[in-house]
């Protein structure tokens, strides 16, 4: 009675069966072609209300199509090696910027992080300003910090002591200390 499997039911078994395979296999395949994120965390208290701002392109359909065109080429050459992903990342982030799309900006500043985060300013440095742009002036202070401390050029600190000025300019000491990190040069405004 039970010993035989009708024709029908061993079809819909080996369905499900190859169903499951091919989900099994598309998850693999998106596990290995996922690019892996830098977790930019929020500074304690602070929350973002809206990834949204009026970016240079927004509301000119001409400038928002080219900006499209540019992520998508740039897109494109990742991996390639013309350019190193980073940058191509960190160029992507910049043309979400003029399109006034901070959730994409920084989700490709991530990338970018993802791949050095350690002794390359310029993704923390474009972080610190969206999160001023955004509002979110605790975390911007962070990311400004992290881009001096990952490479410590002129530009960047010049960056952090702008940020602060304007948004701290109460926090005397740790503009001193920016200041002094420069070696006492004057810094180019």
Known sequence: MYATISLMNKKIIIGVLAALLLIACGVAWWRATAVPSYPVLMA???????????????GNAELEAKARSEIERFTQMIGKGEFTDYILYVSIANEYNLLGDGKNELKYLRYALAIDSQSTGLAWNNAGALFVRLGALKTARMAYERAVAAQPTAQYRTALIDFLKEHYPEDLAAIRAAEEATGGAELPQ
């Not at 304690?44 to 927004?58: K, L, Q």
Request: hydrophobic letters at 35%.
């Open 44 to 58: 304690a208290g602070e929350r973002v209300s809206s990834w949204d701002f009026t970016g240079a392109y927004t």
